[in-house]
């Protein structure tokens, strides 16, 4: 159960992240992710799009229709106040998840 | 475009989610394909390609669909799955998510053996008892009875100025059976006591005589053979008998070739035709046989004034009420009052109330209170489990907090936490079904012999379902608060190392809340069992108008055939009563037809010679046939006059006692003696007796009764026609100088010298009438002061938890608080007064629910009100003494903690 959660963990710290700033669309925020990742990360939609109904369904997240001028509508994504909450917490217990990894995985010295 | 549209639709197909958000589903994703070829082409691919890699961002043909699905919003499809025919995709996950709960919840547990060791045993042992005393109340309460229709059969009563149920004479049964027109069916039965002398040793046996039609009526069968017939109760028949399923078990090894046999019965020969089934009981509880009545056929057909000696159970003709039949029957009573004015005069009418009111009422309030008693046992164990739980989530806060950072939702924690505590409860549901097997035998072994349908107590479906029920409630109780508050993280507190803030006061108010219900509830307990104690009490202190220590009692029954007349037993009195009196260690020796508290009714009709009486009425006494010797061998105190002696012989006059009551009731200011009465106890009508003295009244029915008026005459003047019930059913008393059953053996050798066929088979002591008697209450207040006992233990062990984890968060105030200067005695108030903060107001909770629910208990009490001060106060003053000690033992811990220790820690 761990190990899902931990999968899903990580790419809802990364999708929270993104959104941290303004708000973006889907298509959007996978761009982000392959470009910042320089191409490690990548989402296709089948994995993108479920995570961002998941987190607005957990009340993260909130997606609006937004009609721009001379564009059609897209649904764009913002945090909300339980996600603004919620990311710091995630991010420091990634770090001190990573951190804890490394400390195990060092080399043994001698 | 389209085409990604409609393979987009196409994938999403299967979730059947509702149009419009499905609409935008695709739109959105459509639009991110769009995106995605537009840059690609934007960076130099062809159309062909950027097209095919844009569809390929769709990812493999199932895969959207799973990740959809996975990313809840099984909801949508649940509502639609399990509607329809069911998919299966969202039951299958439920499935899943329960299969690993458990196994989670199965590994927690496995982690924390102790906590779990103690929840399983507390739990097995509130639900175990609540399981006994539950299958108590549904095989004795709920249970139809088992006959046929039983909302149909009632029982019958004689209804006279007395309140009180009374039986019937032959001749008036007889008519009421005749002349009825509500009834299907109405059967009388009596008192009959067998001597068994052949097939092993002798026995006196109780048994019964039974109308015809009696069990066909009940809708009753026989396990063997066959039930007795209305063609046995005609005259001129063989002499037949059936026995109850425990005497063919205990005395004959349910021996299935008995039937047909031939037992010896009071010198007669009686063929056995069958034996009766395993629940089936008489109406009165220790018959073990019964023979026809043959109301008929019996001499004292016709004697109006005869003995009131049969009682009655009918069935109601379908579509007839009870009040219906209660108002033709009493009609019927009238008539005859009318043609008997002498004989009917007190009998006013007829109640009858339904059988089963009338085999389990006076247990009833009892069982349901017991029931009551014991489920809040086991509320006050839940709680106390689940104060425990509560702290031990704080250990387990970190847990929660990551899971919810990582994408836990709080339902699903808590889902998690009380399937741990369901998986507890269910172990200790199971454990609780075991014990209570054993717990029903041996509380059935301590329960009073009058305990009605006791044999049909058993763990049956219905008992099952309770014990899975309660186990799933109390599962779900001691959970769900501690995961509730578990789950309710401050995720910033938490994942720092000082996790205890806000969430630890919080915490501690819920314990605290939780120990305040369980004082409430445990001081409801002892208030309960308490004024239960007090009744026991004043019900032993009453006197019963004998000296009950030091008497064995010893129940004969001479066979009629070698005594059929009062010479005859009046001869044997003579020939036993020196052989007993000169036995070492006795110091008198008295017979009595009917002895006090045993249960057995004998009364007459008489009137006082001289007296204007109407015509019409006659008065009532019990009737007692006595030796010399009685009143002293059971102390009963000589008012006026003399008691029985030598002279008192059959040709001498005819003399009586009275009782005191029955002298003050119609002697205010004269003195009875020499007073005449006019008694009508045989066949040729009332006769004349003088008075020759007064005796003190003597409880005969129970101890907390009023006493009735008795009637006293010596057994050599016994009429003739009275002599066959004498001899059938005497009480022998020995006043003995050292203990009463030690005399038992040498008694009974002496009634063996002077006739062997007299069984001697019923030896007991005066003290253990007394008790049996007192035996349902007895039992009662002893079920009821162990639960509160145990109460006491749960409530104090639980305010010791609370007060004991209050100090151990509050060290460091402590220890600031005497770095400051406080010293050992402030902290010890400090400490104490929490603890009694809490107990004061659970007390006072307690008090105000105990002032409600005691009333329930009303007619349980005996001398003692229902809100009686004394017993309020005396309870709270043990419950708050016992919250002082829990108090204080943490309190000294507290006031040893060292101020530097602490502040160091910082």
């Known amino acids: ?110 | 475009m389209t085409e990604w549209k409609d393979e987009i639709r196409r994938r999403l197909a299967k979730l059947e989610l509702e149009s419009t958000r499905e609409a935008e589903i695709v739109e959105e994703l459509t639009q991110h394909l769009q995106d995605r070829r537009a840059d690609l082409l934007a960076g130099g691919a062809t159309q062909e390609e950027a097209t095919r890699a844009a569809l390929a961002e769709l990812g493999e043909s199932e895969l959207l669909r799973r990740e959809l699905r996975r990313a809840g919003h099984s909801r949508q499809l649940a509502a639609v799955a399990w509607g329809a025919d069911g998919k299966g995709a969202g039951r299958g996950r439920l499935l899943n998510d329960v299969r690993q709960d458990l196994r989670y919840a199965v590994s927690a547990m496995l982690k924390q053996p102790a906590f779990a060791g103690i929840a399983v045993a507390a739990l097995a042992l509130g639900i175990g008892a609540n399981t006994v005393i539950f299958s108590l109340v549904n095989g004795i309460l709920l249970r139809q009875l088992p006959f046929q229709q039983p909302e149909q059969l009632v029982w019958v009563s004689s209804h006279r100025p007395e309140p009180g149920k009374y039986p019937f004479t032959l001749p008036d049964f007889i008519d009421y059976r005749d002349l009825n027109r509500s009834l299907s069916g109405i059967a009388a039965f009596a008192n009959w006591s067998a001597n068994l002398t052949d097939h092993g040793d002798p026995d006196r046996l109780q048994g019964l005589r039974i109308s015809a039609g009696a069990f066909q009526m009940l809708g009753v069968e026989a396990m063997v053979g066959r039930a007795l017939l209305p063609a046995d109760d005609t005259p001129g028949q063989q002499r037949v008998v059936v026995l109850s399923h425990g005497l063919w078990q205990r005395r004959f090894g349910a021996d299935p070739r008995l039937v047909g046999e031939k037992l010896t019965l009071n010198g007669d020969s009686y063929t056995v035709v069958g034996v009766l089934p395993p629940q089936f009981f008489f109406p009165i509880r220790e018959a073990e046989l019964a023979i026809p009545l043959a109301p008929d056929a019996d001499p004292w057909r016709d004697v109006r004034t005869s003995v009131n000696f049969l009682r009655a159970v009918a069935r109601l003709k379908p579509g007839i009420t009870r009040e219906q039949a209660e108002a033709d029957l009493t009609a019927v009573a009238r008539r005859l009052r009318q043609q008997y004015p002498v004989a009917n005069s007190q009998k006013l009418g007829v109640t009858l109330s339904p059988l089963h009111e009338e085999v389990v009422g006076n247990f009833r309030l009892a069982l349901w209170v017991l029931l009551g008693a014991v489920g809040m046992l086991l509320l006050m164990t839940c709680v106390n489990m689940a104060n425990l739980a509560l702290a031990r989530a704080a250990a387990r806060r970190r847990e929660m907090a990551i899971r919810t950072a990582l994408g836990a939702t709080r339902w699903r924690l808590v889902r998690q936490l009380v399937t741990e505590s369901l998986l507890l409860s269910g172990l200790g549901g199971v454990a609780g079904l075991l014990l209570a097997r054993n717990g029903i035998d041996l509380l059935l072994a301590l329960s009073p012999a009058s305990l009605p349908r006791a044999a049909e107590v058993s763990v049956d479906f219905h008992v099952l379902g309770f014990t899975m029920a309660l186990a799933l409630l109390a599962g779900v109780i001691f959970g769900l608060a501690p995961a509730w508050q578990a789950t309710r993280v401050s995720l910033n507190d938490e994942l720092k190392e000082r996790g205890r803030g806000a969430g630890g006061e919080r915490q501690n108010r819920a314990r605290s809340l939780l120990v305040v219900s369980e004082i409430a509830l445990s001081l409801v307990l002892l208030v309960g069992a308490g004024l239960l104690v007090r009744s026991f009490l004043r019900l032993q202190a009453i006197n019963p108008g004998f000296e009950a220590e030091n008497v064995l009692v010893i129940r004969l029954s001479l066979p009629k055939a070698q005594y059929p007349d009062r010479a005859a037993a009046t001869a044997f009195y003579d020939k036993l009563r020196p052989q007993l009196e000169n036995l070492p260690g006795v110091e008198s020796v008295g017979v009595v037809s009917a002895l006090p508290l045993s249960g057995i009714m004998a009364s007459i009709p008489f009137t006082i010679e001289g007296r204007a009486s109407a015509a019409d009425e006659a008065l009532w006494a019990d009737y007692r046939l006595v030796s010399t010797g009685y009143f002293r061998a059971l102390r009963i105190p000589l008012i006026a006059g003399r008691e029985f002696n030598e002279h008192d012989t059959a040709q001498g006059t005819s003399v009586a006692l009275i009782s005191q009551s029955l002298a003050r009731q119609y002697w205010t200011n004269a003195s009875p003696l020499g007073a005449h009465l006019r008694i009508d106890d045989n066949d040729q009508g009332p006769r004349l007796v003088e008075v020759v003295g007064v005796v003190g009244d003597v409880k005969h029915l129970s101890l907390d009764g009023e006493p009735a008026p008795h009637i006293y005459l010596p057994i050599h003047q016994t009429h003739e026609d009275a002599v066959v019930w004498l001899a059938s059913n005497q009480y022998w008393l020995l006043r003995t100088a050292v203990g009463p059953l030690t005399l038992s053996a040498p008694a009974r050798r002496a009634i063996q010298a002077v006739d062997r066929e007299v069984p001697a088979s019923s030896i007991r002591t005066m003290e253990q009438y007394l008790a049996a008697s007192a035996a349902p209450r007895r039992f009662n207040v002893w079920l009821l002061t162990v639960f509160a006992g145990a109460a006491l233990v749960l409530a104090g062990t639980g305010l010791y938890g609370v007060v004991s984890s209050g100090v151990a968060q509050r060290r460091r105030e402590i220890g600031i608080r005497m770095a400051l200067g406080a010293q050992a005695g402030d902290v010890l108030k400090m400490v104490i007064g929490q603890g009694m903060a809490m107990t004061l107001g659970g007390v006072a909770l307690g008090l105000g629910a105990a002032l409600g629910l005691t009333r329930w208990m009303r007619s349980l009490l005996f001398g003692v009100s229902a809100t009686d001060p004394l017993t309020f106060l005396l309870t709270a003053w043990v419950l708050l003494f016992v919250a002082l000690l829990a108090s204080w033992i943490p309190a000294r811990r507290a006031m040893r903690v060292d101020p530097m220790v602490v502040l160091r820690e910082e």
């Open chain 1, 1 to 110: 159960m761990l190990d899902r959660e931990l999968k899903k963990g990580s790419a809802e710290l990364l999708i929270l992240s993104l959104l941290e700033g303004r708000a973006r669309h889907g298509y959007e925020v996978s761009k982000l992710i392959e470009s910042r990742s320089g191409g490690t990360l990548k989402f296709n939609v089948a994995s993108l799009y479920p995570l961002l109904y998941r987190l607005e369904e957990r009340g993260w997240i909130v997606g609006r229709w937004v009609e721009k001028a001379g564009q059609r509508r897209r649904r764009y994504y913002k945090l909300t106040k339980e996600g603004r909450k919620v990311l710091p917490a995630q991010r420091s217990t990634w770090e001190s998840f990573v951190a804890a990894i490394n400390r195990v995985t060092k080399p043994e010295t001698g």
